[in-house]
């Protein structure tokens, strides 16, 4: 399934050409099931450079998704080494815009060809270069890997780091240390969380 292809379907079919075209982000169960509710509340799909994908939010307005072209590139070997459900992403997408993106949205710039990209404020919020790496923006607030810790996919440990806290005060992102989701599922998080406002997986 590509994206020229997914932009031509509609209704029922959309919808599930929707679950198997980000099938590959869904390593759960439960990330299955959330692409699933999230497919019904697709209202069209448009590609030409990019992947757009409209949805009714639970407030029946339209918000959209763009997603960008896949990263083709290398992954540099480093002290940090780059998580293989994050690869998985931006092979397929190396943008990810939540509506307008920064400041109120998400905004992922993907891989630069060096490491991760992402504004994170490592110094400003007490964070530790050795074991922190920002690599989303969303809204005033940032998404890091802690490569301290593992979760249960075995990967660092998602956190979203509040612009008013330093990076120890903030809380690991919800499920992660029981349901092995990896990056892909984070992303199918925040998409039901922009669609359909729940709370449990927010940013601001």
Request: hydrophobic share 35%; with cysteine; net charge negative.
């Amino acid at each position: 399934m590509t994206p020229k292809e997914l932009s031509s379907l509609e209704g029922v079919e959309l919808a599930n050409a929707f679950v198997t075209y980000f099938k590959p982000w869904a390593l759960t169960p439960a990330c299955i099931k959330i692409l699933k509710e999230i497919s019904t509340k697709i209202v069209n799909v448009k590609y030409e450079d990019d992947l757009n994908i409209y949805f009714n939010n639970d407030e029946e307005e339209e918000v959209s998704i763009t997603f960008g072209a896949a990263y083709n590139g290398d992954f540099k070997d480093t002290n940090l080494k780059t998580p293989e459900s994050y690869k998985t992403i931006v092979r397929m997408h190396n943008t990810i815009t939540f509506g307008d993106g920064v400041p109120n949205d998400i905004d992922f710039y993907g891989y630069d060809g060096e490491a991760p990209s992402s504004e994170f404020m490592l110094e400003e919020l007490e964070g530790d270069e050795e074991i922190h790496q920002g690599f989303c923006d969303a809204g005033q607030n940032w998404i890091i890997w802690d490569y301290q810790r593992k979760n249960a996919l075995g990967e660092p440990v998602i956190i979203i780091a509040d612009h008013g806290l330093i990076v120890e005060d903030n809380d690991d992102f919800p499920e992660q240390d029981e349901i092995a989701f990896g990056v892909g599922g984070l992303f199918i998080r925040l998409m039901k969380e922009f669609i359909f406002n729940d709370t449990n997986y927010g940013w601001g």
